[in-house]
């Protein structure tokens, strides 16, 4: 088993920034691929972005330029580094992980991850 805990969260006006976290205990050796979703009231989860164990990362369109995903493998922990925070940001952002070890067109699907964290609440206020 694996578990997953976020935290990071905040409120904070738009133009700012924050880091969440995700770390990770357990069965870590089992895991590849990690990434961070977001979910607003009445709206769908969507992939954020991902990264798999060696470093490769894909990120959604909304957030390229603005948003890095990283991870330290020491610590078991992946990173969402948030720049230039909008309004429209605002969401429980969750962090998931998956025992595949490929970043692929589908890595935004919730479906792909295996386990997941209890969420952390971002609001952007304008």
């Known amino acids: 088993q694996v578990q997953l805990v976020d935290s990071g969260g905040g409120a904070v006006q738009a133009g700012e920034s924050l880091t969440l976290s995700c770390a990770m205990s357990?069965?870590?050796?089992?895991?590849?691929?990690m990434a961070w979703f977001r979910q607003a009231p009445g709206k769908e989860r969507e992939g954020v972005g991902v990264?798999?164990?060696?470093?490769?990362?894909a990120s959604a369109d909304s957030v390229k330029g603005r948003f890095t995903i990283s991870q330290d493998n020491a610590t078991n922990t992946v990173y969402l580094r948030m720049n230039t925070l909008k309004p429209e940001d605002t969401a429980m952002y969750y962090c998931?992980?998956?025992?595949?070890?490929?970043?692929?067109?589908?890595?935004?699907?919730?479906?792909?991850?295996?386990?997941w964290g209890q969420g952390t609440q971002v609001t952007v206020s304008s």
């Open positions: 998931a992980a998956a025992h595949s070890l490929y970043v692929t067109n589908l890595w935004d699907r919730p479906s792909a991850y295996t386990y």
């Open positions: 357990g069965n870590t050796g089992s895991i590849n691929l």
């Open positions: 990264i798999n164990r060696v470093g490769v990362r």
